[in-house]
Antibody, heavy 118, light 107 residues
Framework: EVHLLESGGDVVQPGGSLRLSCVGSDFAFPSYAMSWFRQAPGKGLEWVSAISSSAGSTHYADSVRGRLTISRDNPENTLYLQMNNLRLEDTAVYYC???????????WGQGTLVTVSS | DIQLTQSPPFLSASVGDRVTITCRASQGISSYLAWYQQKAGKAPKLLIYAASTLQSGVPSRFSGSGSGTEFTLTISSLQPEDFATYYCQQLNTYPLTFGGGTKVEIK
């Protein structure tokens, strides 16, 4: 069974940094594009960033561009989200998800909570 | 950016009812639309992709239709476990975007 496990969420002060990880198991991780999504407390879903299978292409939401960086380590089956200069509005549960072809995100992790607070 | 307008934002229905949720895109997205179900404290679960293809393991009471700018998710006979929030998502163009969600309450 495909499994995605996020970690790294924590409480951090505004302006601080954090690195999230997402480890994939029981599937060919290097063959899949991946994305990060987030959900602020009581709010809807928001796409954050995407990376191609080879890491040759990345995309970002305008709200995070220049502060958050997506990357991956295919031999380690791990996706990362480096978060710098964090803002109060970055407080959310962050999910990683596998993109299968062009039409779907078929597997999601359980999420990791990032709280930005002074 | 492509905006997705989902309606209604909230609905209350009885077990056995037929429920329809609509998602309108601000520009054409072909069939690059997915539907997700999310329960409180849980990750989203994929229900429908490519506008009308049922994800493996999802009950057949869920169905999707549409293309271009108008899409619908239908639950043919609402069950108690369908109490959740439903989101549409477009995968046609970055930035990927979601509708605002539809919270379904069981009467």
């Amino acid at each position: 069974e495909v499994h995605l496990l996020e970690s790294g969420g924590d409480v951090v002060q505004p302006g601080g940094s954090l690195r999230l990880s997402c480890v994939g198991s029981d599937f060919a991780f290097p063959s899949y594009a991946m994305s990060w999504f987030r959900q602020a407390p009581g709010k809807g879903l928001e796409w954050v960033s995407a990376i191609s299978s080879s890491a040759g292409s990345t995309h970002y939401a305008d709200s995070v561009r220049g502060r958050l960086t997506i990357s991956r380590d295919n031999p380690e089956n791990t996706l990362y989200l480096q978060m710098n200069n964090l803002r109060l509005e970055d407080t959310a549960v962050y999910y990683c998800a596998r993109r299968d072809g062009g039409y779907r995100f078929d597997y999601w992790g359980q999420g990791t909570l990032v709280t930005v607070s002074s | 950016d492509i905006q997705l307008t989902q309606s209604p934002p909230f609905l209350s229905a009885s077990v056995g009812d037929r429920v329809t949720i609509t998602c309108r895109a601000s520009q054409g997205i072909s069939s690059y639309l997915a539907w997700y179900q999310q329960k409180a404290g849980k990750a989203p679960k994929l229900l429908i992709y490519a506008a009308s293809t049922l994800q493996s393991g999802v009950p057949s009471r869920f169905s999707g239709s549409g293309s271009g700018t108008e899409f619908t998710l239908t639950i043919s006979s609402l069950q108690p476990e369908d109490f959740a929030t439903y989101y549409c998502q477009q995968l046609n163009t970055y930035p990927l975007t979601f509708g605002g969600g539809t919270k379904v309450e069981i009467k």
